[in-house]
Every structure is written in C-alpha cells, then in structure tokens.
C-alpha cells in the first residue's frame, strides 16, 4: 500500500510539473505563429491580441506565485490557482460571447487539464503532514 501511495503522489507531482511546463510554453507560444491556439488576429484583431496577452499575463504570474510557492515551501496556494485557471474556461466563452469572438475551443481543455492538475497538487502537498521539528 504505501509503494502505491508514493507513485501516486510522484504521478501527481509529475503531472503538476508538466501543467506548469506547458502553461508556461503556452503563454511563450501565444505571441509566436507557433501558438498552440488559434487566434484569428485578421478577422478580430485587438480582441485576439487580448486573447494572447492574457495568455502572457497568465505565464507571468505563473512564475511569480510557483516561485512564492517554492521559496516558501508551502503549496496551498496551488488550489487557488487551479480554481482560477478552472474559471478561466467560463470567461474564456463569456468573453466570446460578449465580444462576438470565436474562441479557440482548445482552450477549455488546456484549462480544465492545468486547473484540475494544480488544485490536485496543491491537495496534494496541503495534505501532507509536515515534520515536527525536535528541540
């Protein structure tokens, strides 16, 4: 039991840094023609480069909250992030919706695959009992 354990924590945590990794080369990407979106910069123009540089913005604070995290060494604040990306997926089709723009339906997976992949991590380690330091 405990060996299944620890390859599920290690799966999660493999998981959550991959998540991390192609947040990250997703938000890169996202000013390329190498986007893994599309983004009909033609037909909507400065509404899609909003789309991208929410994309940017997003890899940012990416960094900005897993080196917090790391420094720190506490990782709860990984389930907020995941709830927040989660959260993206409705203001992703609220923004389409109110702005006539076709949104990219690739984004709603990405999304729910990244926000679910952090929430779990951060469950994860929020869980796990830390040890008592001995005086």
């Not at 405990?2 to 290690?10: D, E, G, S, V």
Request: net charge negative; charged share 15%.
């Amino acid at each position: 039991m405990p060996n299944r354990m620890q390859a599920i924590r290690l799966l999660i945590e493999v998981n959550f840094y991959f998540a991390v990794v192609a947040l990250m080369f997703a938000s890169i990407c996202s000013v390329t023609d190498a986007s893994f979106f599309e983004f009909n910069e033609a037909l909507y123009g400065a509404l899609d480069n909003n789309l991208r540089m929410m994309m940017v913005n997003l890899g940012i604070t990416e960094a900005v909250v897993l080196g917090y995290c790391w420094f720190s060494k506490s990782f709860r604040y990984m389930v907020l992030v995941g709830f927040f990306l989660l959260l993206m997926i409705g203001s992703l089709e609220f923004y389409g919706e109110v702005n006539t723009v076709a949104i990219d339906a690739n984004f709603s997976l990405f999304f729910m695959y990244t926000g679910l992949s952090h929430m779990l991590f951060g469950l994860l380690k929020t869980g796990e009992k830390k040890p008592v330091a001995q005086d």
